[in-house]
């Protein structure tokens, strides 16, 4: 009987211990700051004081976005949510998409493609490095004037 208890208190210990796993929060959810200095644009033009704060939740299949871009003292806000199967989203309050594609690739990759009518205007590749401090953004994106550049931007876990 005694046996039988003890086995039932394991049990009971492992099972919560997992669920408990299971409800924890996803290792890159949480508020991403941008590091001028080792980030840069192929045009050379990314701008003196670049600040960009990224906030990201994660989910079951499901990533909610929220940015805060104060770069030259003027903020823009960006947001929204999306599933991580590549399935696009609307992508609302943007003039130069309407559309996102997030695409996990791996456990710490993922592939963002930004849209408009389902052209690619943007398409990024974020890395999350295994230090769990910091975050890698590469990508390729074509501006309103119709100019492309390929950027990469370092962001760390504030």
Same mark, same amino acid.
């Given at each position: 009987?005694? +046996?039988?208890?003890?086995?039932?208190?394991?049990?009971?210990?492992?099972?919560?211990?997992?669920? /408990? &796993?299971?409800?924890?929060?996803?290792?890159?959810? /949480?508020?991403?700051?941008?590091?001028?200095?080792?980030?840069?644009?192929?045009?050379?033009?990314?701008? $003196?004081?670049? *600040?960009?704060?990224?906030?990201? *939740?994660?989910? %079951?299949? $499901?990533?909610?976005?929220?940015?805060?871009?104060?770069?030259?003292? @003027?903020? =823009?806000?960006? %947001?929204?949510?999306?599933?991580?199967?590549?399935?696009?989203?609307?992508?609302?309050? &943007?003039? !130069? =998409?309407?559309?996102?594609?997030? +695409?996990?690739?791996?456990?710490?990759? =993922? &592939?963002?493609? *930004?849209? $408009?009518? /389902? %052209?690619?205007?943007?398409?990024? =590749?974020?890395?999350? !490095?295994? %230090?769990? +401090?910091?975050?890698? @953004? !590469?990508?390729?994106? *074509?501006?309103?004037?119709?100019?492309? $550049?390929?950027?990469?931007?370092?962001?760390? @876990? &504030?």
């Amino acid at each position: 009987m005694l +046996k039988r208890s003890l086995l039932s208190a394991a049990l009971g210990a492992t099972l919560l211990m997992t669920a /408990g &796993q299971a409800l924890a929060a996803n290792p890159h959810d /949480g508020a991403w700051v941008s590091v001028e200095e080792k980030s840069y644009w192929s045009d050379g033009n990314l701008p $003196k004081g670049f *600040k960009l704060t990224i906030n990201l *939740k994660f989910g %079951d299949n $499901k990533l909610e976005y929220h940015s805060v871009n104060t770069t030259g003292g @003027r903020e =823009f806000k960006t %947001d929204y949510l999306t599933s991580l199967d590549g399935t696009p989203a609307i992508f609302n309050d &943007q003039a !130069r =998409f309407n559309q996102v594609s997030v +695409k996990q690739l791996g456990p710490d990759e =993922f &592939q963002i493609l *930004k849209m $408009k009518d /389902g %052209d690619v205007i943007v398409g990024e =590749f974020w890395t999350f !490095r295994p %230090d769990g +401090k910091t975050l890698v @953004r !590469r990508g390729v994106g *074509k501006s309103p004037e119709g100019r492309s $550049k390929a950027y990469q931007e370092t962001f760390v @876990r &504030q």
